[in-house]
């Protein structure tokens, strides 16, 4: 082989490299529905509420939904409940839907729903609901992780950890 | 995502490793990452197969904080040292420490409740502790 054949050669096999890496780092990053993406995973699913009947999300297509994954045993979401509570009453007329998913067991979730006056429905979701939360961005499946979805069913934002409330009002604010 | 980005996954932000002192003591160790923190009464250990058995694990005491939900509450920053008494481990064969636990990081986000795995030996009659073992993170992340 001459000089510009191994040239020639040496770029082709960079470029393979590159894209095998690049196809590499694509199928080994977990599938992640960014902003503007269905959040059909989300929306599709039905979850027991603390009275053990199934809740559909799609009871709130149309809604500005915002869905929280948490549990008790987290502080920091137990910290910012207090906030979507009022939220949810402030913006109820608007159209917003705040959906607690509780990866906690029934006992514990209605016990802190109780002393909060949760006014917005907490669904049960058990281990499975972070495996769900793993799909829709939480890769670490930490809490809390916050989706909010828009009118359409549309990822509007997600978050890993607690939101302020002058940041989630202003999300919410585009969206109603 | 405002607390993604510089997050430590569980098996890494507490950092777990173990090993058999003698036939009747387990070694169990903790390394907590900076700005994470492991509650106290979540620690759990046992030990299999029987008739390998554990006692109450011998825990330090913790940071006393005031929880809005759960009252006072111990928590562990840094290393920590747990002791486990053993029975029934013979010397010489193999058991398996079952370690569970919980913890959060400063930043405002808490991890669920991990059940851990390591399988030991107990040292053979008169040798000296085998080196510890340290938890292989269960999901390894592709940027590691």
Known sequence: MNAWRWALFGGLAAVALAAGLWVGRETLLPDTPRVGQSAGALVGIALPDVDGKSQAMTQWSGKVIVANFWATWCAPCREEMPMFVRLQREHADKGLQFVGIAVDDAGKVRQFAQEINLNYPALIGGYGAMELSKTLGNSLMALPFTVIVDRQGRIAHTQLGPLKEEQLTRIIGHLL | ?144
């Open chain 2, 1 to 144: 995502m405002a607390a993604g980005p510089n997050l430590l996954p569980a098996e890494q932000a507490f950092r777990l490793s173990a090993r058999v002192l003698d036939p009747s003591t387990l070694e169990v160790r903790y390394n907590i990452a900076d700005g994470y923190y492991l509650y106290r009464d979540k620690l759990r250990m046992s030990v299999e197969p029987p008739p390998a058995a554990s006692g109450a694990p011998l825990l330090p005491p913790g940071q006393v904080i005031e929880d809005a939900f759960f009252g006072k509450v111990q928590t562990y920053r840094g290393l920590v040292v747990v002791r486990v008494p053993l029975s029934g481990a013979r010397p010489g064969t193999g058991l398996t420490l079952v370690a569970d636990s919980q913890g959060c990081a400063d930043v405002g986000v808490c991890y669920p409740p991990q059940s851990q795995r390591l399988a030991l030996k107990v040292p053979a009659a008169g040798a000296s502790p085998e080196p510890p073992v340290e938890a292989v993170p269960a999901g390894k992340s592709f940027f590691n």
